[in-house]
């Protein structure tokens, strides 16, 4: 089994930044993709960006790319989620999950393990 443990959730204004982390506990040597997905009310779970465990190496939706980055730290077993830019379109609740599959899968059904989710509202 995998715990995943999510911080960093908040309220921003339109144009700033947070930044959201995903520490991983228990069997981690099976993870090969982590991913972030978020969900906005009345809305299905959609990718946000994933990266491959090992390698670091990273996949970002259309709707974030240039915006989002992804960075590790190893040693502590935990991705992290920079948003910058942020807009009112990225309101949503954020959840990071874990899949043992080597893609980067964007239907949240291929994820086994998931954080518990964190709200991020950004005002106009």
């Known amino acids: 089994q995998v715990q995943l443990v999510e911080s960093g959730g908040g309220l921003v204004q339109a144009g700033g930044s947070l930044r959201l982390s995903c520490t991983a506990s228990?069997?981690?040597?099976?993870?090969?993709?982590m991913a972030w997905f978020r969900q906005a009310p009345g809305k299905e779970r959609e990718f946000v960006a994933g990266v491959r465990w090992s390698s670091g190496t990273t996949y970002y939706s259309d709707s974030v790319k240039g915006r989002f980055t992804i960075s590790r730290d190893n040693a502590a077993n935990t991705r992290y989620l920079q948003m910058n830019s942020l807009n009112p379109k990225d309101t949503a609740v954020y959840y990071c999950?874990?899949?043992?599959?080597?893609?980067?899968?964007?239907?949240?059904?291929?994820?086994?393990?998931w954080g518990q989710g964190t709200q991020v509202t950004v005002s106009s």
């Open positions: 999950a874990a899949r043992e599959g080597f893609q980067f899968n964007l239907n949240p059904d291929d994820y086994v393990y």
């Open positions: 228990g069997r981690t040597f099976g993870i090969q993709v």
